[in-house]
Nanobody, 118 residues
Framework: QVQLVESGGGLVQFGGSLTLSCAAS????????MGWYRQAPGKQRELVAR???????EYGDSVKGRFTISRDNAKNTVSLQMNSLNAEDTAVYYC????????????WGQGTQVTVSA
């Protein structure tokens, strides 16, 4: 059983910053990536950022240059530093962990709300 617990969401003003954190626990092995996705009302869930085994990272186009993902492999944690937030960043943010395999298995956190006010 794998559990992902997120923290750090909330209300922030336009142009502000926020940091999300996620800690994984349980029977963890064979992690391919850890990262963050988000889903705004009426929209599909989209990739925000992920850290892939080996050190590479991927970012969604809309957050490049503003968000930074960091991962601690020893602690099985991943964080997302979000800067220059705008209204389009308002969404529920989900922590994700994917295992190796074809296909790999996805684990999800419960989600944390991020709201950017004008």
């Amino acid at each position: 059983q794998v559990q992902l617990v997120e923290s750090g969401g909330g209300l922030v003003q336009f142009g502000g910053s926020l940091t999300l954190s996620c800690a994984a626990s349980g029977s963890i092995f064979g992690i391919y990536s850890m990262g963050w996705y988000r889903q705004a009302p009426g929209k599909q869930r989209e990739l925000v950022a992920r850290s892939i085994n080996g050190g590479s990272t991927e970012y969604g186009d809309s957050v490049k240059g503003r968000f930074t993902i960091s991962r601690d492999n020893a602690k099985n944690t991943v964080s997302l530093q979000m800067n220059s937030l705008n209204a389009e960043d308002t969404a529920v943010y989900y922590c994700n962990m994917r295992t190796f395999g074809k296909p790999g298995r996805d684990y999800w956190g419960q989600g944390t709300q991020v709201t950017v006010s004008a």
